[in-house]
């Protein structure tokens, strides 16, 4: 008997089976691409060529058809046991086309036959293969709403310049999915999103990622320099430091499938110290390790963490999916804060929780775990990198959380409530 | 839009509606209760006759037909809102009937023409409103699967002897259902299981009960002197320190709706300082309370917690209604330990979690919690009831899930880990 | 060997043997005291005999002369283990006339004759075990510096009106020593502190004390209706909402001998589970429960905890002790500020550790606890009063701390920060 | 106004400035020796030439004459603050010739004329700062006092066979210091200590140290291939599996300055967050991140934690030098477990705070601490090194603990307690 998550839907099934079967082959090289911080190219090829990377395309333009988002969670959970570094980078991709798969059949699209062109082009591409979407929000010095990097009217496009970092997965790219600051010809600002080639010219991806950990997920900075891209490929979102309701949902989803990660990461630290069948534990040694109280102790302590972990996460994915489900009542903004505080709430615990698993479990291994060679050093730091992804970071979560519980308005975006700058604030780095 | 755990079945909304009806009268009197350690029998009586208390009953039997575990644990949170004294009392009867429900398709009741007929007449009494059943399995000076309580043959009976501790809703039962070491006409003993009403003669239910919370539970001690009882009202269960097969479901449901009850708790506690509309919160000061980051902090650690809280409590919940499902595949003994592992977790997890909230939102109310006429004060004290309960106590908890995990042996009843002397006792208490 | 605080000062070697003595006397009464809320003026008038209440009264004057901040600490943390409702009155006692009794030297006795003439009064008197001082700070709806309590200027004296709750002690109280503000004849407001001897006409001490715990405190209502006391009664700190660089020892001193009380309440909890000789946690069913791994574990967890509270408080007391001791340098305010952070710190640490180790004890004692007659469920109710006595509750600590360490200006008054209305309050309460 | 630990001798002090300066230029260094994990030995140069490796020396013999525990552990902490890699191996060569200072005065060199000179020759050769103490204690798959290590009785001396690991420092070691299991003639087994200088034939310092943090520690295994030394370089201390009286200030001394080090390192982390001096924090942004409530929280929880850390390292070391002060009376067996269960409560308490302080740190840096480039990211792993040292790692230590508290016996080697054939083996590794 098991009590890990499981997929609920059929495609879901199918995805979860091949997230299995990657994470089976990225488990042998994981401390190999850890140590020497290099990408791991070809395990990315390979999700491009098993279909996992098209998961979220529907199945009539060529992708396996997953729409729970809860099954994109249990995937995400199961590469991570593999190799965090490209979990993280796999989520992110499958968040934007699970996006772009519901864009046809929204409002948009319906405003914008274009739109709805190129969104339509980009699901049969992803289908084929041929695309890895690469997620550029991050910048230093601003918050998630008040990007600099400009997105200016130029011509019948936008010249995009600016410079973004923690592009997880970027050396594999060949699309970035990018905030910007829309500047009009007027010298109106809003917040916008834009989509750009890998192949337009003034990008440029940094070999620069050098971090603690997730050190095979490749997240390095993504320079824009006079970056030239048609008018379709800049949506508009709306004024700056604001969440629109359109944009809200990928929020949610890549949050879920970011925790996923941390999740599937907590499982693996357990694995290793914990393996079900009886007898295992006993070590080379001829002792029993497992009859120490101090293991059992720690073990159980692990068990709660992870029922904890997987049934928050479960559940709040699973009414994510009935919210979201086609058919469905849009939800209003004051419903979306309701229930992106829920996620939020998911996303603290389960990455606390965590962060707490592994390091249970180091103190298991005795002394072993922290050594390089062993798996449980390289996933001490990568679980570590949970709290600091967007949105939100730890940092921001518990103000949001207690301000939307206790009626106080608030943005996803945590700078309007301490930065009084923020929305005064024209100058735009070039 | 509200996160909190909604009933599953038909028959469970049903329940849930008249739980929270009952509830909504409750919280009028509970803090008197509290304060008097009265018993609230009128409260019970509406119970009776509402139709609460016969919940899972069947419906042909003109019960409610709640068989769904999962509801019965919403119904008892829903209860505890208004006053976790009676709920509690209320989820140890709807255990026990829930169990009894079961028992007529089962293998005993094929084997014991007598059995299922006592059974039949139970439910069918409940369900007119004529039961309470009072569960009295703790002693003091022993655990759970070594009752010092003796029933011995005697004629054509047993005759019962032994005291109880901790009977809760005692002042309203009508029936005691009760651990008993079986003691043979050759002396062989045996754990078994009685259920003695409350006309016999010898059996007292003292009014002893006098604790720091939970004290309108009436948990008084009820005494057995010499009670005879018919050989259809006492069932074996199996060797001494073993929870058979067939009672282990039972203990697995009695340890769940008690985990609803500290749920229900610590929802009432996060309502009392955080309710949601916005500017409820200002209080007659004229100051924005609620504009203070600490309590913010407090309050969004709360709804944290209170998801993880109900998340784990709605999964677990869910998993052992599919292992428990009428033509599902009967579970071994080791698939039971997992399950129950699992619920174990669930125990710890969302007791502990319920009384951090209720410690926190003490803390927001800013001393005036701590004031005898304000209701979180009684709310802090009933929680912490929650980790003494059986099975299994946060004591037993870490060990049985520590060993279960590790694939060590390990029983439900902790004794024999840490007796040496339980499983050679012969001498019985008299 | 033992690694209880011990006094550092011979004055505090006696006054800590009184304590011990009073502790061994108080022991016997508090669960009935608890239980009937009844107020233990046999104990009080105890100590008054005794010379405890004189502690901090200089020997010339005819007190023990303990000057150490550190040993009154000891001393009440020796108190609580009999009972914590005493010592927390005692507690406010000793710092008041610790206060009084560097007056004297200070430099508002030299610049005001009457002043000195009172206060020596006050010490001769105390000396004599006539007096019993009562510290009245707390008002609802408002906080430490802006009191609502007035004190008008009325001929050659002040007219105090007002309301003020937590007055512990209340019942045995002599003098009440009050914040008020202070309201000029020209209206200026200012905050002061006034000496309200009991037989002041319009004095009442309600008997409406009813708490969770605590309840031997008579920590009742004092009501001033249109007191008249002569000027001298009278002191003014300064503006509103600042504690004056006078004022702050005592609210320091106030701080840790309360912090003692949680210490000593904790070390009781830890002595009934975990007696140190060993065998004597046998119990009568004969069983090693100090054999159990969780037993084992719990009672380690107490100790780390005890070992944390008593090193931070008695460090910090001796810090406290240098930087007051005559002679020695006078702090600034910004040094006073960071001392009252560190002192703060332990606060918090102390309290939550303290608290802590009455809720491990409760679970080791196996439910046992849980019943009105364990002294273990008056300690749990008791030890929670900690975080919301002043200054400065659990609420307000962690904001003042980040603050201070920061480098960003705050007062220990946390009203500035979130009541924007408080500066510009000019209505009082009458 | 500062709360940090000062030195409490004259010694301690001159040794103190000595650590701050050398911990002034090994910071400038850390990050490059951690990312190639590079031994320092120019630093280690420095410190035997500044002296600060003969800090523990008697003066008459050359040494600085630090005498107290408490300013051992107060230089590395501030070593620590440099570079912990090189504050461990400090502290391990510190510990040994702390307890070598003691010996001549003990009733073994009275015994003993060779060890007594053997022991003076050392003490004069490291005040020359010539030799460089390494421990070599761990060994894989048994425990502190069971080594597998061998030193069997050939001719005059005796034959070294083994392989230490975790050998802090060991690239500069010039002494190795080895726990052995001494082999006599008639096979009997005890337990020993062996002192191998570097020159010994058969003597080999692998280069093998790879590990998650205090990458810079040179912590490599050490290899006996046959090593003779002469007899009094091995001192017998009694049974296996226990360490003896005469062994034990050692361990004691051991643990604390280990200690030390994890404070060393969180107030370094402290001070990368929050820099004390009002208005560095504002960051080129622009912003006033310090105004944001969560980073208030964090640097607020992390004060708590650092006083708590202080005060605790600072008494228990306080208290150790009373006990071990020359002239006291030497502790029996029992108080030296009773005075051990305190350093391990300290042990416990510092190391989880020292952990969650650079946890919170790392979160108040908003994701640029994850960065390799970011010391934090340094901080982080060298910090959870702590939990693994012996004696006793956190696995051990509550069991300890909680055994002496309860008055069961306990010796400071946990085998016994866990591992039944621990007793019984008499197969020696060779």
Chains 1, 2, 3, 4 share one sequence.
Not at 255 to 279: C, D, K, N, S, Y
């Amino acid at each position: 008997m098991n009590f890990e998550l499981e997929p609920v839907s059929s495609p879901g099934l199918a995805l979860t089976g091949l997230a299995e079967k990657h994470a089976g082959e990225f488990v042998a090289t994981a401390q190999e691409h850890d140590r020497d911080q290099s990408f791991p190219y070809p395990h990315w090829d390979a999700m491009r060529r098993s279909g996992l990377l098209s998961a979220s395309v529907p199945a009539r333009l060529g992708g396996l058809g997953v729409s729970a988002v809860h099954d994109l969670v249990v995937a995400v959970s199961r590469l991570a046991r593999g190799d965090a570094s490209i979990a993280i980078g796999a989520a992110m991709h499958l968040t934007a086309f699970w996006f772009f798969s519901r864009l046809p059949s929204g409002p948009a699209a319906e405003r914008d036959a274009d739109l709805a062109a190129m969104v339509a082009l980009l699901l049969r591409r992803c289908a084929r293969g041929h695309v890895v979407a690469c997620v550029a929000i991050s910048e230093p010095g601003t918050s998630l709403g008040w990007p600099n990097t400009t997105a200016r009217a130029d011509g019948d496009g936008y010249r995009i310049d600016g410079r973004k970092g923690f592009c997880t997965g970027s050396p594999a790219g060949t699309l970035f999915l990018s905030t910007v600051r829309i500047v009009g010809a007027d010298g109106s600002q809003s917040l916008g999103f834009a989509v750009v080639p890998r192949e337009t010219a003034g990008l440029t991806v940094l070999e620069n990622w050098d971090a603690m950990g997730m050190r095979a997920s490749g997240s390095n900075d993504v320079v824009f320099d006079g970056c030239r891209v048609p008018r379709r490929l800049v949506m508009t979102s709306g004024p700056l430091g604001v969440v629109s309701v359109e944009m809200m949902p990928m929020t949610m989803v890549g949050t879920l499938v970011l925790v996923g990660a941390a999740l599937g990461i907590a499982e693996r630290a357990q694995e290793l110290v914990a393996p079900t069948v009886a007898g295992q534990v006993d070590d080379a040694r001829g002792r029993a390790w497992a009859d120490r109280p101090s293991v059992q102790r720690l073990v159980a302590e692990n068990e709660v963490d992870l029922t904890v972990a997987r049934s928050a996460l479960g559940r709040v994915a699973t009414i994510v999916d009935e919210r979201f489900s086609e058919g469905g009542v849009v939800p209003t903004r004051p419903q979306l804060h309701e229930l992106m505080k829920e996620i939020q709430c998911v996303n603290v615990a389960v990455k606390r929780a965590a962060i707490a698993v592994v390091d249970r479990a180091l103190t298991v291994s005795g002394g072993r775990g922290y050594l390089s060679a062993n798996p449980l050093s390289r996933l001490y730091r990568d679980v570590r990198a949970g709290p600091f992804m967007q949105p939100l970071s730890m940092l921001d979560a518990f103000e949001y959380i207690g301000k939307i519980k206790l009626g106080i308005d608030a943005e996803l975006d945590p700078a309007p409530s301490w930065n009084p700058r923020a929305a005064a604030t024209t100058a735009v780095q070039q």
